[in-house]
């Protein structure tokens, strides 16, 4: 199953935008203005769709609607989510979810404003119906998160479940207890049958042996246990080794191992922000590859700042969106291709690392050389 | 019992570092690359080589680049270097572009594409535009992962494929035998020829001839 178009209205701080996906998606833009929200409305859904998940918690995870609804709100415009897919068998999915707030100011709720389905442009689902008119109540859940409703489009459904989530700065969490490389290890391995699971290590570990000087191998300890601990093994010196837990490693080395574990597993949806950091630009020129090598059917939507990763030739036009902040406020979300000058010098050669790299600079920090 | 001696490779792209790390492979025990600089095109190279020259006194450099349109590599030297080339600095110009150097082994490419080898170009230097006959043979390719990585999807703008480094350095590393291709390519033939006398280390403190 594959994201085809997407249109949001009144997400967080983004614009009302229209997009047409790709299988690879290279979001490119400042600092704050609008890609991680823009991913996150990805990680919301999948936290509507995950088993235990469901829209009260996805939405109190963020606040509530206040917390992903933009503001102003003088009228009650519902925030609108809508999606289009197209499955391996060519039938073409839509998915539409509407959001507003009900209730007073001492018992606000949010509720569906209203729920599509389309399948092959038939509808399936089309909220609010009869039931909902009797029951508002049912308004606070979507048919999307209920095995109850959603039978007849569980594909949506399991699309946002199977979709998968990396950010930087993993290893102080690591030592906290919350190790995100280790499980996404462990997941990726897990009930996989014994041929599988070699042949993914192997490729886990091919990529640190390359990228990571002295990388040896990975080890799982306590596979049964609820938390099994990975540890990567370095050489040492001549003829000796080291063994180092995940909290142990390098940023870069965490970083790496969590990356390529996330891009191995068997997403349907991938999500990765800045898969450059902490890795050294000679492995970054490298990664734009490696997502198509090892991602298999998984779609990739990643956010980057990195011009090794962009400078890939391999990337096209189609595939970049750029957040361009204007200077009314709201940013423009668009796809590079369709900007008529960058359109123009990538046909004179130039490649979208160089053309749409240059946009992200802020208007204003040649004021950085006038603060005393 | 020789030393290794040290160099810097600068090449245009991943692809012509793969190939001068293959071809520097045949002689293991005779270098030690310590960085490799460029992966920016050939304004990079062209801007930069008087400085590699005279950086040349200190340490070997190995310099790839592509002829492309220009009429030929001794022109195109003159062009970017004036001075005299330092005997440190290997210059090596691709005809008309790396990729030839790939069609030149066709056995080897024939059997990594899936396709006969007759069919691909025998005199690879003289290709006007050797990146689209490669793609174009990729096209014949029955390996539907190999079109998939080298050759862009259909109504993009992109040159090549979302993973034509990957694909085309696992043909250098695994398949592909320099020594074989350099009887098609006489820019490679001249290039390995070079690489086999260079001996940096040797005349590391002689100054540039005037």
């Keep these: 199953m594959r994201l085809g178009k997407v249109e949001f209205s009144r997400w967080k701080n983004l614009p009302s935008l229209r997009l047409d996906l790709q299988p690879r998606i290279l979001l490119v833009g400042p600092n704050a203005s609008g890609k991680s929200n823009f991913l996150d409305v990805f990680r919301f859904m999948h936290e509507v769709c995950r088993p235990a998940g469901g829209l009260l918690p996805a939405l109190a995870n963020r606040l509530g609607l206040a917390g992903v609804r933009q503001r102003p709100t003088r009228t009650n415009a519902p925030l609108q989510l809508h999606f289009a897919f197209e499955d391996e068998a060519r039938t073409r999915w839509h998915y539409e979810l509407g959001m507003h707030a009900k209730g007073g100011p001492r018992s606000p709720r949010t509720e569906v404003a209203y729920e599509r389905v389309l399948r092959n442009n038939r509808l399936l689902l089309n909220r609010p119906d009869a039931a909902d008119h009797r029951d508002p109540e049912r308004l606070s859940v979507t048919c999307l998160e209920s095995p109850l409703a959603n039978a007849s489009f569980r594909p949506i459904r399991d699309f946002f479940a199977s979709t998968g989530y990396c950010q930087p700065a993993g290893k102080l969490a690591a030592a906290e207890g919350s190790d995100a490389a280790s499980e996404a290890i462990v997941s990726l391995l897990n009930g996989l049958p014994k041929r599988l699971r070699t042949v993914r290590l192997r490729q886990l570990e091919s990529v640190l042996k390359s990228a990571v000087p002295r990388f040896q191998r990975l080890e799982l300890s306590d596979a049964s246990a609820p938390r099994p601990k990975v540890e990567a093994h370095f050489a040492v010196g001549k003829a000796g080794s080291m063994r180092a837990s995940s909290d142990e490693l390098s940023e870069g080395t965490y970083r790496l191992l969590h990356l390529i574990s996330s891009v191995l597993a068997p997403h349907q949806l991938l999500l990765v922000e800045e898969p450059e950091a902490a890795l050294g630009p000679a492995v970054i020129r490298h990664l734009a590859g490696i997502f198509h090598r090892l991602g298999g059917d998984t779609q990739i939507m990643l956010s980057s700042h990195s011009a090794e990763l962009l400078a890939d030739s391999g990337i096209d036009a189609s595939e970049v969106v750029l957040f361009l902040p204007q200077s009314g406020g709201e940013a423009r979300v668009v796809v590079a291709g369709e900007i008529p000058e960058i359109k123009a010098l990538l046909e004179e050669g130039l490649s979208v690392g160089e053309v749409v790299l240059p946009r992200t600079a802020p208007s204003r920090l040649q004021e950085l050389g006038l603060i005393p | ?210």
């Design chain 2, 1 to 210: 019992m020789k030393t290794a001696l040290p160099i810097i490779l600068v090449v245009e792209d991943l692809l012509s570092e793969g190939l001068l790390r293959r071809m520097l492979s045949e002689y293991p025990l005779w270098y030690d690359i310590h960085a490799v600089l460029g992966h920016e095109g050939y304004g990079f190279i062209k801007k930069r080589l008087p400085a590699f020259n005279r950086a040349a006194r200190r340490i070997g450099f190995v310099v790839m680049t592509d002829l492309d349109q220009n009429p030929c590599p001794a022109l195109l030297l003159r062009q970017w270097l004036p001075e005299a080339l330092h005997p440190n600095l290997l210059f090596r110009v691709a005809v008309r572009e790396a990729e030839s150097w790939l069609l030149a082994h066709r056995k080897g490419l024939g059997r990594f594409l899936g396709i006969k080898p007759e069919v691909i170009p025998s005199d690879p230097d003289a290709e006007p535009d050797a990146k689209a006959a490669l793609l174009a043979l990729t096209r014949q390719s029955p390996h539907a992962e190999l079109r998939r990585a080298l050759l862009p999807a259909a109504g993009r703008r992109a040159a090549v494929g979302p993973d034509y480094n990957g694909a085309l350095l696992r043909f250098v590393y695994k398949v592909w035998k320099p020594t074989v291709a350099a009887r098609h390519s006489e820019s490679l033939r001249r290039a390995l020829h070079r690489l086999e006398c260079y001996h940096p280390e040797a005349i590391v403190e002689a100054e540039p001839q005037t």
